[in-house]
């Protein structure tokens, strides 16, 4: 985990264009990862952002999307899922509570939508919320 939280701001160091920053924090955080065939990968990945003038563009861009700080939020969620001692199974922890239950109402909306011939509109989670903020 805290592998995953140091070069998670490394990344975000980089994506800030604070490459002096990022330098000094991986010397001091991520050195520690070097060598370990475990972590090998990422370190060089992460590492190699520095080498790009728009490391955004470059192969290794894609730690510098949302979707890479998704992989990091779901691994601490789960994290954090796990201490609870009222949790039997550790699949569970996978998801929240209500992350399972926001999925169950997607699932049952398209249900609905599909057994009714595809006709209303479609499920859009983010309009939902954002229609409760104007209530």
């Known amino acids: ?18 490459l002096e920053e990022a330098v000094k924090y991986g010397r001091i955080e991520l050195s520690s990862f070097f060598g370990l ?23 290794v861009g894609y730690l510098l999307k949302d979707s890479q700080r998704e992989v990091v939020a779901d691994a601490v969620n789960a994290m954090i899922l ?30 609905r939508r599909s057994l009714s011939g595809e006709q209303g509109e479609a499920f859009q989670l983010q309009r939902v919320l954002s229609s409760g903020k104007r209530s």
């Open 82 to 111: 796990s201490t609870n001692p009222n949790i039997k199974v550790t699949k569970n922890c996978l998801h929240s509570n209500l992350e399972r239950l926001l999925r169950q109402l997607t699932a049952c909306c398209l249900e």
């Open 37 to 59: 065939s475990l972590f090998e990968d990422i370190v060089q990945d992460c590492v190699a952002l520095l080498a790009y003038e728009r490391p955004l563009e470059s192969a």
């Open 1 to 18: 985990m805290c592998f995953l939280l140091h070069c998670q701001k490394f990344i975000e160091l980089v994506r800030v264009g604070a």
